[in-house]
């Protein structure tokens, strides 16, 4: 099935940076311009600093270089071993908040393939089948669009079903299921059925994991009525998002990168549950503002020390909430900066960059000194050939360039 990723990558790419010149005539009131190798398996921490792991099988690694953060996250960087709590990767801060909710509500349970005893492709569910029983942690046969029809009718009887796609892009052989029914149901039943469905699995450009599987499907789900989609980007959110998309009574679909699963992080001891709607202020800035998600946070956080050297000051906001957007943040930093540079791994046609530009256009429009750059995945099959995978992926080079050109 799914081949297991065991490293983490700095995919690249090479699309061509937007021209401001021809466009920045609309703004008449612009103010003027501010004065990958193969190698071990690395486990990366969400602070920036990169360390020896072990998952598991051995296999190609990359290294994502994620202490090129910008000059004001160092300290907090520093300080970080210090702080209380326990180092969790990724995959297993999904666990810990899956047990905890799993724990606290007998109503929840997980169904998927290979869910159970395997513990999952990777590993998110792994030893919580002999805990809770082959009834609450569900292995069930290859046929997506069944499984899932099934946990939105348990989740119409009181359950609340947390359903794990292999890979996300096998989801859209249930998106029948998905739209009609998961997200229209409390809807067309006149408020008699509420979905209190969580569908999560692993997404994004991997590692020569070809078309089928680097499926990027925010902008597939995201025009279905009814749906909330929140992306994770480190193991304090992933637990948080996971322990809010259970106890939401909505529908909600919640996207993990193949790539940041061994992502590792010290996270609280005592319980916490983040907001469904509410973005992550990821460094303050004055010149620009870079709205990013996902495995495009670490792209954005390399790109900014090189900014920083160069006189820009970027603030960086991770969106989280994929739908509906946190327009709240967004347009404050918006009110400071006026300046809007959108970073994304999804499609540029029609993706979640697209949306977020229409949302601001329309709400914050008097406020921009510049038009609003948007860099995305380019709008071609993910390739299976690793030298053309990295091309088709926005990199820190092209993040720095478009921020220059934006603040000319």
């Known amino acids: 099935m799914a081949a297991i990723i065991q490293g983490i990558g700095a995919a690249t790419a090479l699309t061509s940076a937007n021209s401001l010149n021809t466009k920045k005539s609309l703004f008449a009131n612009s103010r003027r311009s501010l004065s990958e190798r193969k190698g071990r398996l690395f486990v990366v921490r969400s602070d920036g600093r990169l360390s020896c792991g072990l998952n598991g099988r051995g296999g190609r690694a990359e290294q994502l270089i994620t202490n090129a953060v910008a000059a004001k996250e160092d300290a907090a960087a520093a300080s970080t071993s210090s702080k209380p709590g ?3 990767l990724l995959f297993e801060a999904l ?9 606290r509500d007998p109503t929840v349970c997980v169904m998927g393939e290979d869910v159970g005893h395997y513990g999952g492709s990777y590993k998110v569910t792994k030893g919580l089948a002999p805990k809770y029983g082959d009834l609450r942690v569900l292995d069930t046969p290859i046929a997506e669009n069944s499984f899932t029809g099934m946990g939105i009718g348990a989740a119409m009887t009181g359950l609340r079903p947390v359903i794990e796609g292999m890979n996300m892009g096998f989801l859209l052989l249930a998106f029948n299921q998905i739209s009609n029914n998961c997200g229209m149901l409390h809807y067309t ?9 969580v569908i999560r699995g692993p997404g994004g450009v991997g590692r020569q994991l070809g078309a089928e599987h680097s499926q990027r499907l925010e902008s597939y789900f995201q025009s279905i009525p009814g749906i909330q989609m929140v992306a994770c980007s480190t193991p304090y959110n992933a637990k948080g998002l996971m322990k809010a998309a259970i106890r939401s009574d909505n529908p909600v ?19 916490y549950v983040l907001n469904l709607e509410e973005s992550e202020m990821v460094r303050p800035g004055e010149h620009v503002t870079i709205l990013t998600y996902s495995r495009m946070r670490y792209h954005v956080m390399q790109a900014a020390k090189t900014l920083v050297n160069k006189g820009y000051d970027p603030e960086v906001i991770d969106i989280r909430s994929l739908k509906p957007f946190d327009l709240y943040t967004i347009g404050k930093s918006v009110k400071k900066t006026h300046r809007v540079l959108i970073v994304e791994e999804c499609m540029r046609t029609g993706g979640i960059g697209a949306s977020l ?4 256009t329309e709400n914050f429009h008097d406020y921009l000194d510049a038009p609003i750059v948007c860099l995305s995945s380019q709008d071609v099959p993910t390739p299976y050939a690793g030298t053309l995978e990295n091309w088709t992926v926005v990199q820190p080079p092209q993040i720095v360039t478009a921020v220059e050109q934006l603040c000319q």
């Open 86 to 88: 326990h180092e969790l």
């Open 95 to 103: 666990r810990e908040g899956l047990e905890e909710e799993m724990d």
């Open 189 to 197: 039943s006149g408020g008699q059925f509420k979905i209190p469905v």
């Open 253 to 271: 679909i919640l996207f993990e990168h193949v790539l940041l699963y061994n992502l590792k992080e010290r996270i609280p001891d005592k319980e």
């Open 357 to 360: 530009t229409a949302a601001i």
